[in-house]
């Protein structure tokens, strides 16, 4: 069973900063996408940012220019660099991970670590 574990979720004043660790179980390379998605109360799960097994990457537009994901292939684990936090960047975010496999998707997520961007 593929095991996802976030850290580095705090609080943090507006203009701030943070950068989020998704640490997994398995070989980053068995997975076709890997990303971070976020929930804030009373709202629906969104993607914040994917990057694919090829690197390529995908930020939401709100946060574009402020947020980048990375990854570490030798650690197992993927990043989220969040630069010049919004107080509406506040929410619970989860790590993702998609294995495609002969047509099937399994998608696999992690615990959540809760993001609070407040003075």
């Known amino acids: 069973q593929v095991q996802l574990a976030e850290s580095g979720g705090a609080l943090v004043q507006p203009g701030g900063s943070l950068r989020l660790s998704c640490a997994a179980s398995d070989s980053l390379s068995s997975f076709s996408v890997m990303g971070w998605y976020r929930q804030a109360p009373g709202k629906q799960r969104e993607s914040v940012a994917t990057m694919s097994t090829w690197g390529i990457t995908n930020y939401a537009d709100s946060v574009k220019g402020r947020f980048t994901i990375s990854r570490d292939n030798a650690e197992k684990t993927v990043y989220l660099q969040m630069n010049n936090l919004k107080p509406e960047d506040t929410a619970v975010y989860f790590c993702?991970?998609?294995?495609?496999?002969?047509?099937?998707?399994?998608?696999?997520w992690g615990q959540g670590t809760q993001v609070t961007v407040s003075s």
């Open positions: 993702n991970a998609d294995r495609l496999l002969f047509g099937d998707l399994r998608r696999y």
